[in-house]
């Protein structure tokens, strides 16, 4: 089969088209035929030789993704869950080797679940990673309530998209950053606020935040810690903090996650396809790039400037 092997860390350079065995499965796991998978920062990440980069570099050869949704070809003896031919969606084996950047993925059946009929590949393989983290972030690292004030960073990109559509499900009174490019796309996502985090200091305008989102880091953490309210929660994705960071946020009593790792969850994936199902999120595809040109797809995520997701379409 077609896979995109990372020879080495570094440069995009080093993410090379190969001939490689197909996977085979066990007992507890299905094999999909992949329609579709997408990118986000933290391949991006990796690629480079951050990230999981330690976690992968023992592995032969390395292939990065997380992110698919295509069609069951193959079934392990024990799994009763999916069927040949069902569409399923999930991200796979994270925190681990996904290797999802390939015409076949082996999966763990307890990782995916169905298409749901009315969204395409693309757009479902765009969703599982950002979703999951939103919803992980909302409800089981921090618990975001009815009427709650949150602040979500990085509003127009990949997890701040679907992160504002899945909190005003939750019925959130949600504020979300971006540069003024975006604002009308932050509002249109149902955000009831919008600051441009290039002309307006965020930590002059609010106060009594209830919850924050922060997927910047370093120094955004440390203002975001002062909006927030005493007891309030902010959830942090990114690395980077400082112990100093780490002091100011427990002298405010805050419910703090310094570092959010999303897993993957077929049962989280099971709300995120009735979400999307119903219309309630709807995540936003930037650009759809050829398999063989993975290499402008990890170029565009890594501009840090991307509307929504980029997605890779495989067959």
């Known amino acids: 089969m077609k896979a995109i092997v990372l ?7 080093n993410l090379e088209v190969q001939e490689v065995a197909k996977p085979t499965i066990s007992k507890d796991e299905i094999l999909v035929k992949v ?7 933290v391949d991006v990440k990796t690629r480079s030789g951050e990230a999981l980069a330690d976690i992968l570099k023992g592995d032969t050869p390395i292939i990065l993704g997380w992110d698919i949704s295509g069609t069951i070809v193959e079934v392990g003896k024990e799994v009763d869950l999916f069927r040949v031919n069902d569409e399923v969606f999930g991200m796979v084996n994270f925190v681990g080797h996904g290797k999802a950047y390939a015409e076949y993925v082996a999966v763990p059946a307890e990782q ?15 969703s599982p990673l950002v979703a999951l983290t939103a919803w992980q972030a909302f409800t089981h690292f921090g618990k975001l309530r009815q009427n709650d004030k949150i602040l979500i960073h990085g509003a127009s990109g990949g997890v701040g998209h679907l992160a504002i559509q899945i909190a005003k499900y939750l019925g959130a009174y949600v504020i979300g950053t971006s540069s003024a490019k975006n604002r009308e796309f932050v509002l249109e996502l149902g955000a009831d606020e ?9 930590e002059k305008r609010l106060s009594n935040i209830d919850f924050v989102l922060e997927t910047i880091g370093y120094d955004n953490f440390k ?14 994705l990114p690395s980077g903090l400082t112990e100093e960071y780490e002091r100011e ?6 419910n703090a996650c310094y570092f959010m790792a999303v897993y993957s969850s077929g049962s989280d994936m099971k709300i995120i396809a009735d979400l999307l199902e119903k219309g309630i999120i709807k995540p ?8 063989n040109q993975i290499r402008e797809a990890h170029l565009q995520v890594e501009t840090g400037s991307t509307k929504g997701k980029v997605v890779v379409v495989v067959s």
């Open 7 to 13: 020879e080495k860390f570094g440069g995009v350079e």
């Open 223 to 236: 203002k975001s810690v002062s909006v927030l309210r005493e007891d309030g929660t902010i959830i942090n």
């Open 194 to 202: 919008h600051i441009d985090y290039k002309t307006e200091p965020f």
């Open 284 to 291: 936003h595809i930037y650009k759809v790039y050829d398999f």
């Open 35 to 41: 329609k579709a998978f997408s990118i986000n920062p």
């Open 112 to 126: 995916l679940t169905r298409k749901p009929d009315n969204i395409s590949h693309v757009e479902a393989s765009a």
């Open 249 to 254: 946020a427990e002298r405010k009593n805050l």
